[in-house]
């Protein structure tokens, strides 16, 4: 136990996921709470939970000594030892803030804080950018968590501010918010309107904006798109697409491609761990029982796949072309695990608990977890960015390491 660990039990209780959450879950769940608290048996110890976790923070304090003024950690080529990072406008760049974040709330090292701290004074510039629909991964993972552990007006203005940059980019034909302003393969045309799997991770700013504003236009907002993406983007099997291309003006879905998967009809392991923790918030968010079933539906595919792994840490495409010899996704394996810990929460369903257990005993292993002073300081190795596009292959990724740290933090406070 460590010092903010003590600091009481309301705040104990409030740390795990969000506050929200779990006022949302006694609400109207406690059955099932009950039934979770009674009956789970842990197979990892707390002791290996706070070894890890003790690592991680020593990994990420080493890698703030790395970071410049106007930089965030992207990755590290182990065979090059080349440490890569991005300006504040890259989609990944509220990932480093978010994971020190975490980690100073499960290990009460200051430095952390102040080192999240320093990033955001230079991210919060990103709150008016309105070129992207990524900042719910921006602003939220970084701002959202540091508003949880120590609200300040200043972080709920940005919030506030991007969750209002966000809504512009949605159509209210299409009842979608634009992913990206264009598709790969110049297959999108002029007036066509482009959405990806991954922006069911933005909704969560805009339930949140809901929440503080009284603004019920950001929750319509967030609500329709998850219904035009669960329309559209899943097929038959509850596996998803990449990316939808829809008319703006008529919100017809003119094609179904997977850009970053290995073709456009296989199922690209990030993509459906996007999908089964983007429903699964969907979930916690309005209690609407249709998405529950999306997000379990979403779990069977995923947890029943011929091609999943003894060790459950996908392959980078579960359709992959060299499994069993293709290349594994570690961050998938993150996402899924901190999806499925939630998804156990509202389902009482020990099967996801279990393989989500699985999965962080493998990347707690040495095939996936850096040592000390490994990996320029990131955790997890064998992550895949994009295969197709030969980009971040096979190494550490700062989104990787976020959803690894949050899934630790949900399984320790189950
Ligand atoms: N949001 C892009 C990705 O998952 O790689």
Redesign the pocket.
């Known amino acids: 136990m460590n010092s903010l660990k003590v600091l009481g039990l309301s705040f104990v209780l409030c740390a795990a996921i969000s506050c929200k959450d779990n006022q949302e879950e006694n609400k109207t769940s406690s059955e099932a709470t009950e039934a979770v608290e009674n009956k789970l048996t842990k197979s990892i110890s707390e002791e290996k939970i706070d070894s890890v976790t003790q690592l991680a923070a020593n990994q990420y304090l080493s890698m703030a000594g790395k970071i410049v003024e106007g930089e965030y950690p992207k990755t590290f080529y182990p065979k090059k030892e080349e440490f890569e990072a991005s300006n504040s406008g890259w ?1 990944t760049s509220g990932f480093y803030p978010g994971t020190l974040l975490y980690l100073y709330e499960e290990t009460g090292k200051d430095t952390l804080k102040q080192e999240a701290e320093r990033i955001l004074a230079h991210l919060e510039r990103e709150a008016k950018n309105t070129s992207t629909h ?1 900042l719910g ?1 921006m602003m939220y993972c970084s701002f959202g968590n540091a508003n949880r552990i120590d609200p300040k007006p200043e972080y709920n203005d940005i919030l506030m501010e991007s969750a209002k940059s966000l809504a512009t980019r949605y159509n209210d034909t299409v009842k979608a918010i634009r992913s990206w302003d264009s598709a790969p393969w110049n297959k999108a045309e002029k007036g066509d309107l482009v959405v ?1 799997i ?1 922006n069911m991770m933005n909704l969560e700013l805009l339930f949140w904006a809901a929440d503080h504003s009284g603004n019920e236009r950001y929750r319509e907002i967030a609500i329709n798109h998850a219904n035009t993406t669960m329309k559209n983007h899943f097929r038959d099997d509850y596996s998803t697409y990449h990316e939808l291309i829809y008319d703006e003006q008529t919100g017809e879905a003119k094609s179904k491609i997977t850009a ?1 998967g290995f073709a456009d009809e296989s199922s690209w392991a ?2 459906q761990a ?1 999908g089964l923790y983007g429903y699964t918030l969907m979930y916690r968010e309005t209690k609407d029982q249709k998405y529950l079933d999306q997000a379990k539906n979403i779990a069977k595919f995923i947890l029943e796949h011929p091609n999943m792994p003894e060790d459950m840490v996908p392959y980078w495409d579960f359709d992959a072309e060299d499994i069993p010899d293709d290349l594994r996704d570690s961050s998938a394996a993150a996402v899924i695990a901190s999806a499925l810990l939630e998804l156990y929460k509202y389902t009482d369903d020990e099967n996801y608990f279990n393989a989500a257990e699985k999965m962080l005993s493998s990347l707690m292993s040495d095939e996936y977890l850096a040592k000390q002073n490994e990996l320029g300081g990131f955790l997890l190795k064998h992550g895949v ?2 295969k197709p596009a030969n980009s971040e292959v096979d190494v550490p990724l700062t ?1 990787g390491d976020y959803y690894f740290v949050e899934a630790l933090k949900r399984y320790e406070e189950l």
Do not use: E, N, T, V
């Open positions: 989609w990524d991964f990806i991954d970053q990030r993509g996007w960015g994009s989104y």
